[in-house]
């Protein structure tokens, strides 16, 4: 398999601003430098690539793009269907939202115990603090939960992370994301990516300790879980929501 990350490319020079930029490349494929790239980290040969056919995924689904690629081998035709998510960044060291919902949906995803539900909900601020004296009238940290709480919020999550993990990630059916692109471009650096299967990405953000961050936020190694804030007061402040930085891909 080719390098995973290059630097530069004369097709990208010019930038990018969302997932209309990868499908075109993948659409100019034998042109395009950087989808040849993408194709040899994928595994194909580039010889054998007959025609390649990338399009938009819509709706509430991990893959951003579909890539459909007809391979002729040995003049037997096969159709190989590749769901890419991808996060196109211009900060090394941002954060990329990759999964907000209210607390009833992870119910139903998860089969979360009502005791976890009620202490999800103060903590994304659906239900008020309980406490004297809150950090935030809104809601409550993390660290404000007795021990216990934290620990049963903890111990629920850590039977649970494999099931978590694969579906703020890859998510699940026809559209699950097989692989995650990641295209980083800023003002000074030229442009960077990373494409990894979805497996190693499972492994690389969500293999790791359960902890309770200081400032009150819960992480599940590189994931971090947290109130979803902002949106100018609107009910949706109060959803939860997972966060990582898609460029640990390109370390």
């Known amino acids: 398999m080719t390098s995973l990350i290059e630097k530069g490319s004369k097709t990208a020079k010019d930038g990018f601003k969302n997932e209309d930029f990868v499908i075109a490349c993948f659409n100019d494929w034998q042109n395009n430098d950087l989808a040849q790239s993408w194709l040899k980290a994928m595994d194909y040969t580039l010889d054998d690539i007959e025609e390649v056919n990338a399009f938009k995924i819509t709706g509430s689904f991990k893959a951003d793009v579909q890539v459909q690629i007809h391979i002729e081998i040995k003049l037997k035709k096969t159709q190989d269907i590749q769901n890419l998510q991808v996060k196109l960044v211009s900060n090394p060291t941002g954060f990329n939202q990759i999964d907000k919902r209210w607390i009833d949906k992870y119910k139903e995803l998860w089969d979360i115990p009502n ?35 934290q620990d049963l919020l903890i111990n629920f999550i850590k039977q649970n992370q494999s099931l978590i993990i694969s579906d703020i990630l890859k998510g699940r059916g026809k559209f699950a994301a097989e692989w995650m692109l990641v295209i980083l471009q800023t003002k000074d ?27 009150g936020s819960i992480k599940i190694g590189n994931i971090t879980i947290q109130r979803k804030g902002g949106d100018n007061g609107r009910k949706t402040a109060n959803m939860l929501q997972f966060k990582i930085n898609p460029c640990l891909l390109l370390k």
């Open 189 to 215: 650096t030229p442009l960077q990516w990373a494409l990894k299967p979805m497996n190693f990405c499972l492994n690389l953000f969500g293999n790791g300790d359960i902890t309770i961050t200081k400032q």
């Open 115 to 149: 005791d976890i539900i009620t202490i999800l909900k103060h903590f994304t601020g659906e239900l008020p603090p309980y406490i004297n004296n809150p950090k935030d009238n809104r809601r409550m940290f993390m660290f404000e939960f007795s021990q216990v709480k």
